[in-house]
Each structure stands twice: as structure tokens, then as C-alpha cells.
């Protein structure tokens, strides 16, 4: 899948796709380079893979300023938008309630938690019915005050 990428003054902002491998490793795909580095990551966790990914990041702004003598003002500054597959999602914020999750989203729990390990595989209608749980949930978070 090829990810976008857009340059400003301020910062290089590009996508970047997590995935969790046949293997059971996440991976981060970005087609977007700085330099000869492809930007991407890898590891056992979806924030293993993050991390992996700013470090590739931060290897590939030092080694443009090394072969250049300088790094470009966009590219100082690397913000990623994540998209997650269903179970990098559920790895990356593994604090939220899986059995609870479904009832609010309308789906059988025994299938979410499938969806959740990758043992079955969400229809884009049941993706589309998550990812408007996931906003309405954090709308609603959002508006708390304490």
C-alpha cells in the first residue's frame, strides 16, 4: 500500500501503515525517504515498532546531514500518522476492555476477540463499525472534565 507523504516549512509529515506480520512481529511501512533511508520499523510490539521507526528516522537525519553538511528545515521535524490494522490497534492501546469494546460497538464479543488476535478477519462494514466506536469513544474522553 503506498502512504503519502507531504513536506512544509515546519516538518516532513508522512503516513505510515502498521501492520502485525503472518510471524506475529508489527511492522511499519512508510514510502517516504530521507536520503537513501526508507522510513519504516519493526518489532515485537507495536510501540517496539514505533520506536524503531523514529530511530530509522533520527539515523536517516543524521546521515543526510553527514553526506549534505546540513539538514533541511522540513526535515527537522517528522510527524507520522499512523494507520493500524485491527490488531495493532488492539496491541498499541491494549488498556481498552475488549468484552466491554464490542458491546458498546454491537458486536459479538467471541468475534471481536478474533478480530482482535487475527484469527478472523473484519468485513469493512465491521471495520467501518469499529473506527466510529473508536471516535465516539474518544469524543467522548475528550469531554471529560474532572
Known sequence: ??????INNKNMRVSALIERTENGYYSIACDYK?????????GNSVAEAKADFYSIVKEAQENYKKEHGFLPDDLNEVIADFKYDLQSFFNYFNWINISKFAQVA????SK???YKTGKAFASERTKNTIEATIHKMSEELASVEL
Open 34 to 42: 530521507i536520503g537513501n533511508f526508507c522510513l519504516g520499523g519493526f
Open 112 to 114: 471481536m476477540r478474533q
Open 106 to 109: 454491537g458486536i459479538n464479543e
Open 1 to 6: 500500500m503506498i502512504m503519502d507523504s507531504t
